[in-house]
């Protein structure tokens, strides 16, 4: 198994510019989700998903769009980018049988700045 | 809103030497608590997750406890290495988990 996988690892883009971080898992998890890590700040959730067709919001999901068309992916869109989105961004997963009381797993992040 | 907080935010310690890092969260009604490490320029691993039933989880050197009603969890590390030098987090929460901002340890050789 691959795990978590995200890509690109490193991106630079201008103000406005749009693009899509990629996520994906070969673990056939329900659970997918987003957060963003910045310095000096815990992980903070941005949008997460319960199963595929599913999404909700998390506490910064401001300026970003998510959707899960299937169990593998679950992209995370930013539709016009701003300096304060420049941070790092994870992915993560778990299996969603067991309930709350999981485990879950981190891609390697994305580094995104933003100019 | 749960807060969640990791104080020293780094720390230093020889070789050898024990390394207690601390947890604390504003919220007692956890599912769970989980603590990961994040090496530089890397995801998160996860080392240790007590459930909200539960004291506290040991896996090696590493032993975690929990105590909901004072807020807290203390991560204990047995017999300090360098290859243990890295940042350490802490997580509270069911499928949405919130973040302390860490505690970033080196160990000297």
């Known amino acids: 198994n691959a795990g978590v996988t995200q890509t690109p690892k490193f991106q630079v883009l201008k103000t406005g510019q749009s693009m899509t971080l990629q996520c994906a898992q070969d673990?056939?998890?329900?659970?997918m989700s987003w957060y963003r890590q910045d310095p000096g700040m815990g992980l903070r959730l941005i949008h997460y998903?319960?199963?595929?067709?599913?999404?909700d919001q998390g506490e910064v999901p401001n300026g970003y769009n998510v959707s899960r068309s299937t169990t593998e992916d679950f992209p995370l869109r930013l539709l016009s980018a701003a300096p304060s989105q420049t941070s790092v961004y994870f992915c993560?997963?778990?299996?969603?049988?067991?309930?709350?009381?999981?485990?879950?797993?981190f891609g390697p992040g994305t580094r995104l700045l933003v100019l | 809103k749960q807060e969640v907080t990791q104080i020293p935010a780094a720390l230093s310690v020889p070789e050898g030497e024990n390394l207690v890092l601390n947890c604390s969260f504003t919220?007692?009604?956890?599912?769970?608590l989980q603590w990961f490490r994040q090496d530089p320029g890397k995801g998160l691993t996860s080392l240790l997750l007590?459930?909200?039933?539960?004291r506290e989880q040991t896996s090696g050197r590493l032993n975690a406890s929990l105590d909901k009603s004072s807020g807290r969890s203390t991560l204990y590390i047995a017999a300090s290495q360098p290859g243990d030098s890295a940042t350490y987090l802490c997580?509270?929460?069911?499928?949405?988990?919130?973040f302390g901002a860490g505690t970033t340890v080196t160990v000297r050789a």
């Open positions: 993560a997963s778990s299996t969603g049988t067991s309930g709350p009381q999981e485990t879950q797993y």
């Open positions: 673990m056939n998890h329900e659970y």
């Open positions: 998903s319960v199963g595929a067709g599913i999404t």
């Open positions: 919220d007692s009604a956890i599912y769970n």
């Open positions: 007590i459930q909200s039933s539960q």
């Open positions: 997580a509270v929460g069911d499928y949405k988990l919130s």
